[in-house]
């Protein structure tokens, strides 16, 4: 890091013993799986400068902006409209759920059968090594699966200022007009958070932001079509999952940055690995960071991932806001239109997931999927089975894999991993 | 050519040596104790093979140990062993020490579809072997008492702890051994006929792993699925044998 930031974390109330053993973790976990990568493009230096700082200069940026009177909401989901937090002039973050923290604290809030994402979520509340969510002056939660609405009740006491969005389970017209009345709850309440009104003008010009946002990620996604892989598949999931903490207009001028130097590395052929390489698609849940784990198993067996069906990758990010729209009520109903499209497990029936799977497959040229499921994550798991069936009747080989944030499966998931790429090669 | 397979299970190592028309030179078996490497060097001594290639859950280990040592999983290794004596087969079962799985192969021999139990012992030699102990049976001897049962005491618990306690309270209430070592043969094939299911069919299953030499274990699985039960000669050898084979495979490349 660049400088010292320990007062900024003191006065964050962060639990600095404990935060200091959690940057050292990551840290090396960072050496070990990014930066030993071979052939990387060169703007993920960029990357490797954020990774480096992503409690540091990310979260001084934040402190200054509260400093300035901007406010700084947390969330954990997709669902949560980032256009909307941005026009009543708030900052949204994604907050920490990628690595076990602080589980036995933990285990008195939540049974020990909960899944990983959820459990980490409270890990980095309970052992204060969360910047991000102590900077939050609000933190919303959502009820997606049973889990995190069930988690949540706990939660909110531990918390300052947790705010409860909820959300449908059906594509009904009433599910979207459940959606669409909660956006403008949470609009009201973003404007209470901030005293600063959304307008028309304030509304498009956000949508404007995160559609610009979308649209690099958008081109990476595609970039990532070539044979060989511009770029891996770790790297790529990086941006995803940088999406979530950074300021939206550096992000984006950054990573189209990068599209640049892909577009340059695939016209000469290069690849982060080479032509040939076994293509593979993960689908499932989502990989927040640092929750590298079955990446890296992916690409240290010897195949490239060229593309995520999860909510850190292409479910999260697909579809633009529609800011053609020439009143408020509009760009509303537009934002509602695309967040109604993601295709979360959580929506009873989900066919949709199922097809941009099959779709995705195609598109990237993948020659197998990985379906990755965090243990006790029901949604995602029990639409693990019709996934691999429904790839399975177009012939697509599918791999499904339960595990956790924990190591001690990593040589039985590379066994499995490592037979999966034998069997597409 | 002298083409070496070594597979490295959790409760032995097996190596067979084959030339390059794939006939076997050599086969030999170990135990793997808690050395494995040592183990693996004394069994490769005087074996003389001029290339190796590495299998089962050591197979990381070895390549860190030795040079110039290719690696294949167990998996793939155990469908080219398969398909060696049965060049017809579709469906694999494969029980070793400390894993299950169930291959599907395509028409051409190679792996279509596979699946695993790997977390814990359930359904796995471990368990058997276990098993035996606590009833006071020799290894060798547990599939045919159970086989001469005339009742099954049925064991719910597929962990091998839990099955353990079950087992002592059976033991306690007096129930019949051989009846309660069906049982736990039932349980280790109601888990491996789910595997089998999710992956084929039907048609013969090639049944391979150190759990296949248990004739109670083989008529279980061939009345469960109503599927004809084919076993290898040596059915241990079999991960060792394949991995030697994908050498043989392997070599007409190497030349050019």
């Known amino acids: ?425 | 050519m002298r083409l070496g397979g070594i597979d490295i299970g959790s409760r032995s190592i097996e190596l067979v040596v084959v030339d390059d028309g794939g006939q076997i030179l050599d086969a030999r078996q170990t135990d793997t104790g808690f050395d494995p490497i040592c183990q693996a060097k004394g069994i490769m001594a005087d074996a003389g093979f001029d290339k190796l290639m590495a299998t089962g859950y050591g197979r990381g280990l070895f390549e860190t140990a030795f040079d110039d040592t290719a690696t294949v999983t167990e998996i793939k290794a155990h469908a080219r062993g398969v398909v060696h004596y049965f060049p017809e087969a579709r469906t694999i079962l494969d029980i070793g020490g400390q894993d299950s799985k169930a291959i599907a192969l395509t028409n051409t021999g190679r792996v279509k579809k596979f699946e695993m139990n790997d977390r814990c012992a359930a359904g796995t030699g471990k368990f058997l072997e276990i098993m035996a102990r606590n009833l006071g049976f020799d290894l060798k001897d547990f599939g045919p008492q159970a086989l001469a049962a005339n009742t099954s005491h049925a064991i719910n618990s597929m962990c091998t702890v839990f099955a353990e306690s079950e087992v002592t309270s059976l033991i306690a209430r007096g129930a019949d051994r051989q009846a309660i070592s069906r049982g736990l043969h039932d349980s280790v094939v109601k888990r491996a006929a789910g595997m089998i299911n999710r992956v084929s069919r039907g048609g013969p299953i090639v049944f391979s792993g150190g759990v296949a030499k248990n004739p109670c274990i083989r008529k279980l699985v061939a009345s469960r699925l109503d599927r004809q039960v084919l076993v290898p000669e040596d059915p241990q050898m079999i991960g060792a044998l394949g991995a030697a084979l994908i050498l043989k495979d392997e070599l007409p490349a190497m030349a050019e």
């Open chain 1, 1 to 425: 890091m660049s400088q010292d930031y320990t007062s900024m974390w003191a006065e964050l109330g962060l639990d600095l013993e404990a935060h200091d053993a959690l940057l050292s973790v990551l840290g090396n976990a960072y050496t070990d799986i990014y930066l030993s990568q071979k052939d990387r493009p060169e703007g993920m230096g960029y990357f490797d400068f954020v990774m480096s700082e992503v409690h540091g200069l990310r979260i001084k940026e934040l402190v200054d902006e509260k400093k300035a009177g901007r406010k700084i909401i947390g969330s954990y989901c997709v669902f949560v409209p980032e256009e909307i937090a941005l026009a009543a002039n708030a900052t949204l973050v994604g907050l920490c759920s990628g690595a076990d923290f602080a589980m036995e604290e933990v285990e008195k809030y939540l049974p020990r059968n909960t899944c990983a994402l959820i459990k980490s979520s409270f890990g980095f509340k309970l052992g204060k090594v969360c910047p991000y969510l102590e900077s939050a002056d609000m933190v919303v939660g959502e009820n997606t699966c049973d889990g995190k609405k069930k988690a949540y009740e706990s939660l909110g006491p531990l918390v300052n200022n947790l705010y409860v969005m909820d959300l449908p389970q059906v594509k009904s017209d009433q599910g979207r007009a459940l959606l669409r009345s909660e956006f403008d709850r949470f609009k009201t309440v973003a404007e209470e958070l901030t005293g600063v009104s959304v307008t028309y003008d304030s509304l498009k010009q956000a949508i404007g932001q995160v559609n610009a946002k979308r649209k690099a990620l958008h081109r990476l996604y595609k970039l990532r079509h070539a044979d060989p892989a511009p770029i891996s598949g770790l790297d790529a999931l990086l941006a995803s999952q940088v999406a979530f903490y950074d300021n939206p207009a550096r992000f984006t001028e950054s990573l189209n940055k990068i599209c640049d130097e892909l577009e340059n590395r695939i016209a000469d052929k290069v690849g982060a690995m080479p032509k040939k390489t076994p293509r593979l698609l993960l689908s499932g849940c989502p990989q927040a960071v640092p929750n590298w784990k079955l990446p890296w198993i992916v690409e240290t067996s010897g195949a490239v991932i060229v593309g995520e069906e999860s909510c850190v990758g292409e479910r999260g990010y697909r579809n633009l806001v529609n800011d053609s729209g020439a009143t408020m009520e509009d760009l509303m109903e537009a934002i509602t239109d695309r967040y109604f499209k993601v295709d979360c497990a959580i929506f009873t029936p989900n066919p949709d997931r199922l097809s941009h799977i099959v779709e995705m497959a195609s598109d990237y040229n993948a020659d197998g999927v990985i379906h990755y499921g965090l243990q006790f994550c029901q949604p995602y798991i029990m639409e693990s089975i019709p996934v691999e069936n429904a790839l399975e009747k177009k012939d697509i080989p599918c791999l499904r894999i339960e595990t956790d944030y924990g190591m001690e499966d990593v040589e039985q998931i590379k066994t499995r991993v490592q037979a999966f790429i034998e069997q597409v090669k």
